[in-house]
């Protein structure tokens, strides 16, 4: 794996992150309407506002581990609700992973998503099938590692991780809520996708928009 995502390739992701995100806080807000209480769209926004502002300026050979530590304790402050210590514990957990420094592999992108995806289901104690984010995240993760065991190229990693992200969030449509607030509508929580589980799907899109299109693909 030659291609080497820098901290400022990860700095342009996350700040398509935000932007994504921002465009589709209404999507959002309807999303938790129906099966939650509003607010996701308010908090994301809200936490993505605070997280653009944080990078605004780029710190000059900022190491990644520090990088996405400065993300998940803005996260962690600016989302609130259920998401923000759960979007942080995503980005905590993802700065404990291996770096080269300043950068890292297609390999150590996968380790950050996995790392970050097992920190935030020991926070959550979420599984498969509860209809949260980790039915986004952990096909995407899954997806990822299989792509990379069988040698493809970054791209068809990133595209990999995209699409499975995709269906996931779909799936979330069909299943009945075991966590969270949408869980206190049982049954009558199925037909209606999740809105945390669409919020992720952002993130692993923008990573395959960002990351294939600066050279890592
Ligand atoms: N235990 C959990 N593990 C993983 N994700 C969860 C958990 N509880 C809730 N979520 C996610 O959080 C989302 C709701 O976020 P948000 O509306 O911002 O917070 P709140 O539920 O406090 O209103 C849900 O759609 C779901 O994806
Ligand atoms: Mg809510």
Same mark, same amino acid.
């Given at each position: 794996?030659?291609?080497?995502?820098?901290?400022?390739?990860?700095?342009?992701?996350?700040?398509?992150?935000?932007?994504?995100?921002?465009?589709?806080?209404?999507?959002?807000?309807?999303?938790?309407?129906?099966?939650?209480?509003?607010?996701?769209?308010?908090?994301?926004?809200?936490?993505?506002?605070?997280?653009?502002?944080?990078?605004?300026?780029?710190?000059?050979?900022?190491?990644?581990?520090?990088?996405?530590?400065?993300?998940?304790?803005?996260?962690?402050?600016?989302?609130?609700?259920?998401?923000?210590?759960?979007?942080?514990?995503?980005?905590?957990?993802?700065?404990?992973?291996?770096?080269?420094?300043?950068?890292?592999?297609?390999?150590?992108?996968?380790?950050?998503?996995?790392?970050?995806?097992?920190?935030?289901?020991?926070?959550?104690?979420?599984?498969?099938?509860?209809?949260?984010?980790?039915?986004?995240?952990? @096909? !995407? #993760?899954?997806?990822?590692? /299989?792509?990379? %065991? +069988? &040698?493809?190229? @970054? !791209? #068809?990693?990133?595209?990999? /991780?995209?699409? %499975? +992200? &995709?269906?996931?969030?779909?799936?979330?449509?069909?299943?009945?809520?075991?966590?969270?607030?949408?869980?206190?509508?049982?049954?009558?929580?199925?037909?209606?996708?999740?809105?945390?589980?669409?919020?992720?799907?952002?993130?692993?899109?923008?990573?395959?928009?960002?990351?294939?299109?600066?050279?890592?693909?």
């Amino acid at each position: 794996m030659g291609q080497e995502i820098t901290t400022s390739q990860l700095r342009k992701w996350l700040l398509a992150y935000a932007a994504r995100i921002i465009e589709n806080e209404a999507h959002l807000t309807k999303l938790d309407t129906a099966i939650g209480d509003a607010d996701h769209g308010v908090n994301m926004r809200r936490g993505m506002s605070k997280l653009k502002e944080r990078l605004k300026e780029e710190k000059q050979s900022e190491d990644v581990s520090s990088f996405l530590r400065s993300v998940a304790m803005t996260l962690i402050s600016g989302i609130g609700g259920a998401a923000g210590p759960l979007y942080g514990t995503f980005f905590l957990r993802a700065a404990t992973s291996p770096t080269n420094g300043s950068s890292i592999d297609l390999v150590q992108l996968t380790q950050m998503f996995r790392y970050g995806l097992d920190g935030l289901q020991q926070r959550g104690k979420a599984q498969a099938d509860d209809k949260t984010m980790i039915d986004t995240m952990q @096909p !995407a #993760v899954e997806a990822m590692e /299989a792509a990379l %065991a +069988a &040698h493809q190229s @970054p !791209a #068809v990693i990133l595209a990999a /991780a995209r699409q %499975a +992200a &995709h269906l996931g969030m779909k799936h979330t449509i069909e299943i009945e809520a075991r966590k969270g607030r949408a869980s206190y509508l049982g049954p009558h929580s199925i037909g209606h996708q999740d809105p945390g589980a669409t919020s992720a799907y952002f993130l692993f899109e923008t990573a395959a928009e960002v990351f294939t299109k600066t050279g890592a693909g």
